[in-house]
């Protein structure tokens, strides 16, 4: 156990919709990662957030948002899901001060849109 | 822009053999690590090893070890005395402090299988 949580594990929705997935960060840690691995694209960086500030941006598509709030925890919101937005979402936390600390991921939520 | 690149979709060992996963990267960054993360059928991701870019010594955490040639942007892991256990999809990722986030760049992965 990472000590990372992410809440749902399994999210099945239809195209057109906007889901949230939660996820919270292991105790102390102030930055969070977000990424999507799909089966084409691999694990892709979608975006970083620290100490409640957005920090860095990778792939994330404009229909996609996130926010960290005060107590550390962030989501990650999806809105007009396609079917190609269909991947398992991680989120990962560390203190964010050094390169070389080790990024926890949680399990992961398995996102499936009909 | 980093990349990081895994040659090998898919490799297979012999169970106590020993087995090694391939990674080259590519970056301009001076201060860098480079990691193998273990993707277990459940999906979740798990560190193996993790090296420091500044280093010259290799990394070893018991029967996982590296070999890092800097020079050659060569970044691998052996799994020595293979065990079941050890199936899994292996990525090379490597962390960067470009603009002041650690962000992870990671490979396409190598399906691990072990052969009893």
């Known amino acids: 156990d990472s000590g990372v949580t992410q809440t749902p594990k399994h999210l099945i929705t239809a195209t057109g919709q906007r889901v949230t997935l939660r996820c919270s960060p292991r105790?102390?840690?102030?930055?969070v990662y977000w990424y999507q691995q799909s089966l084409d694209q691999g694990l892709q960086f979608l975006i970083q957030y620290y100490n409640g500030e957005e920090r860095a941006k990778g792939n994330i598509l404009e229909r996609f948002s996130a926010q960290q709030f005060p107590d550390l925890h962030s989501e990650l919101n999806l809105s007009s899901l396609e079917l190609g937005d269909s991947a398992l979402y991680f989120c990962?936390?560390?203190?964010?001060?050094?390169?070389?600390?080790?990024?926890?991921f949680g399990p992961g939520t398995r996102l499936t849109v009909l | 822009a980093q990349t990081v690149t895994q040659s090998q979709p898919e490799m297979s060992v012999q169970e106590a053999e020993t087995v090694t996963l391939s990674c080259t990267y590519d970056t301009s960054e001076s201060d860098y690590y480079l990691f193998w993360y273990k993707q277990p059928p459940s999906r979740q991701m798990i560190l193996v090893i993790r090296?420091?870019?500044?280093?010259?010594q290799n990394a070893t955490e018991n029967r996982f070890s590296v070999n890092f040639q800097k020079a050659a942007k060569s970044f691998s892991l052996k799994i020595s005395d293979s065990q079941l256990g050890d199936a899994a999809m292996y990525f090379c990722a490597g962390g960067y402090s470009g603009a002041g986030s650690y962000q992870l760049t990671f490979g396409k992965g190598t399906k691990l299988s072990v052969i009893p």
């Open positions: 990962a936390s560390n203190l964010g001060h050094l390169v070389g600390n080790e990024q926890f």
């Open positions: 090296q420091e870019a500044y280093k010259q």
């Open positions: 105790s102390g840690d102030l930055s």
